[in-house]
């Protein structure tokens, strides 16, 4: 075993120096020339993101050298980034209580429930391992996916990702860099966005399909001419290109890209395609019309999304919610359409159903939705903050910034607007609309009453830019919702 060591150590320092310090401290290298050669073999498939083949790699590791925790841990990240539930794999981590720090205490950080020690433990790992990748790493993708939860702007999770990959170059891997570009678009910043899509193009072992559709997205949202081109060279494509394309569609609306998650799902949506397949695509329709300020059309959508599958009660209840929810946080809905979706949840909250008399007490009082702890999240990309329904989140941060803003603290009431820059996406949306779509699809509401207290504070050249995102994804707004974007306090920022 010493000898082991020992050759593993040199193979380290010869093969990843920058990575020495982390793996004598992991005190897991491999005690076997065999494990080491798999958990070797599946880091060059987690170079080149075939997740699969990596899982598959490490998992083998672990078999032929139960104590080697490195590959363990890194069976773990391999799930992670293919966006694959892995809370199972951080409980039985926590559950063999061998790993070595930091690793342990990174799988007690994960677990814990409260999203604002969560990243105060994270932060603290951070200061005191600066030189362990892992480390910063999980640091800046809990950052970027949820830190906008707790007021963290999506811009520190940038600067994170951006600063682990110039530091760890052994982390300087193509999705790393897909993360900082998905970001950027996100955020609207083209020059941020192309230098991450060429340092991810400069890392990547050829291209693959995500990463042809990260050209497709950068080039629609800053030149939408050249994204309608290359869009209409998608749709030519088929096999695995369309299955990626057809995995990936509902990611569009985190792009600030409602139009063409719109327009790509309407063209992937088949009569021959199974009901769950079709359901789906419906789904990705009605987010993508919500964000573009067409409730009405969106709630058609959602409709026939739930028409696909009349046994999904999921798509049925969430049909009356957001008739019933929307107008609380400003978002007009015909009153007749109202009125069958009272009477719908009233019966089922007359049953004894808690989600469905949740949704009468938000739909009596819009403040009750602020009385809930906004820090309590799930591990993981979680839909099902604070509960079931899906639109609660939306709507606790919305009528909780008002709040606050009611209260006299604008800082407060900016922070708790600031929650739609997060991308708390649980692995690749399929069926009905996820929390995190739908908190993307209401950013729009946020942006304009963050703008309206910006521009009170005389802060219009932060304001400005938010309504000009606003007027671009409501370019098509039902009139009711256009009228939003007329108030005084937006004449500041004109055309």
Wanted: with cysteine.
């Amino acid at each position: 075993p010493v000898w082991a060591s020992a050759v593993a150590d040199a193979i380290i320092a010869a093969v990843a120096p920058t990575r020495l310090a982390e793996f004598r401290g992991y005190g897991g290298g491999a005690r076997n020339g065999a494990a080491l050669r798999q958990y070797y073999e599946g880091q060059e498939a987690f170079e080149r993101q075939d997740w699969t083949a990596a899982k598959q790699a490490f998992r083998e590791a672990v078999r032929m050298d139960s104590g080697f925790h490195q590959a363990r841990w890194a069976m773990l990240l391999a799930r992670k980034w293919a966006r694959l539930p892995y809370e199972e794999e951080l409980r039985t981590l926590a559950r063999v209580g061998t790993l070595p720090p930091p690793l342990s205490r990174l799988v007690t950080a994960q677990l814990e429930p409260d999203l604002t020690r969560r990243m105060v433990m994270l932060d603290s790992l951070a200061v005191e391992w600066p030189t362990v990748a892992d480390v910063q790493l999980v640091r800046a993708n809990e950052l970027f996916h949820r830190g906008a939860l707790v007021g963290r702007p999506l811009t520190d999770a940038l600067d994170a990702l951006e600063a682990a990959a110039r530091s760890f170059p052994s982390l300087d891997r193509p999705v790393v860099w897909d993360h900082v570009a998905w970001g950027a678009i996100r955020l609207g910043d083209r020059d941020r966005a192309r230098n991450a899509l060429a340092a991810q193009a400069a890392t990547a072992r050829g291209e693959d399909p995500w990463s042809r559709l990260l050209r497709y997205v950068v080039e629609s949202r800053f030149r939408p001419v050249v994204g309608r081109m290359m869009e209409w060279g998608l749709t030519l494509l088929g096999g695995e290109s369309r299955d990626h394309l057809a995995t990936a569609v509902r990611l569009g609306v985190t792009f600030d890209l409602p139009e063409s998650q719109l327009r790509l799902a309407e063209w992937l949506d088949d009569p021959k395609n199974a009901p769950s397949r079709r359901a789906s695509d419906w789904s990705a329709i009605a987010i993508a019309r919500l964000m573009m300020g067409q409730p009405r059309q969106a709630l058609i959508a959602l409709d026939s999304a739930a028409a696909m599958l009349p046994d999904d009660q999921e798509l049925d209840r969430q049909r009356w919610e957001w008739r019933l929810l929307l107008p609380v946080v400003g978002v007009p809905v015909d009153a007749p359409e109202q009125s069958r979706a009272l009477a719908q949840v009233t019966r089922l909250a007359m049953t004894g159903d808690t989600r469905a008399a949740d949704v009468l007490a938000v739909h009596r009082d819009a403040t009750t939705a602020f009385a809930q702890d906004q820090t309590q999240v799930p591990m993981g990309a979680s839909s099902d903050f604070p509960g079931p329904n899906p639109l609660r989140r939306a709507i606790t941060y919305l009528t909780g910034g008002t709040s606050r803003l009611a209260m006299g603290d604008s800082v407060a009431a900016l922070t708790q607007w600031q929650w739609a820059e997060n991308v708390d996406l649980q692995g690749w949306p399929i069926g009905a609309p996820q929390t995190g779509e739908l908190d993307a699809a209401l950013s729009p509401i946020a942006r304009l009453r963050r703008a309206e207290l910006l521009i009170g504070s005389g802060r219009s050249e932060a304001a400005c830019p938010l309504v000009e995102q606003v007027r671009r994804l409501w370019r098509d707004a039902e009139p009711e919702v256009a009228t939003l974007l007329h108030v005084p306090q937006l004449r500041e920022c004109r055309t």
